[in-house]
């Protein structure tokens, strides 16, 4: 957000700007044969630490899920989107295993939990064949983030599905 961040949130108005130096990806590998869902952790999401200070610092910096919530939350709400507007998800895809990383500083108001969560989602409809409408996108992101506890407006949402 250039100019108004935060006022979205509240019904301000904002200007944005995408930034090219900085990127989320998302990855999704087809599992055929089964229908695992498997999340892997990304580059904020430890489960091994070197001591118990390194594991205290990493949770200061990353919070306790990291960024793995943020595709679970992802999926369960394109699941309960489905469900509301009717749509069947093609089961016989089979499973899948995601992935994510980011350069995106954490914290910095660079949008960067979004980023990952516009990302995923592409590859989740992708992957399903979903007809979930570009204008639905960015509250279905919002509501990914307000459901792991992050507060945020739809600016942010809004330019990653336009793509600047």
Do not use: W
Request: proline content about 5%; aromatic content about 8%; glycine content about 12%.
């Amino acid at each position: 957000g250039l100019v108004g961040n935060p006022s979205d949130g509240y019904g301000g108005k904002c200007i944005a700007a995408s930034i090219a130096n900085y990127y989320a990806e998302s990855v999704l590998m087809p599992t055929p044969g089964t229908s695992k869902i498997k999340f892997v952790p990304g580059p904020y999401d430890g489960n091994e630490y070197a001591s118990f200070e390194d594991m205290a610092t990493h949770i200061e910096q990353h919070g306790v899920d990291g960024g793995i919530r943020l595709l679970k939350s992802l999926c369960y709400n394109i699941h309960r989107y489905c469900l509301d507007t009717h749509q069947n998800i093609d089961r016989s895809r089979g499973g899948f295993t995601l992935s994510y990383t980011s350069n995106i500083p954490k914290q910095t108001g660079l949008s960067g939990s979004s980023g990952i969560i516009i990302s995923a989602m592409a590859c989740v409809i992708a992957f399903y064949g979903l007809d979930i409408p570009k204008e639905h996108r960015p509250s279905l992101a919002l509501r990914v983030e307000h459901d792991v506890g992050i507060n945020a407006g739809p600016m942010d949402r809004v330019i990653q599905v336009e793509g600047g």
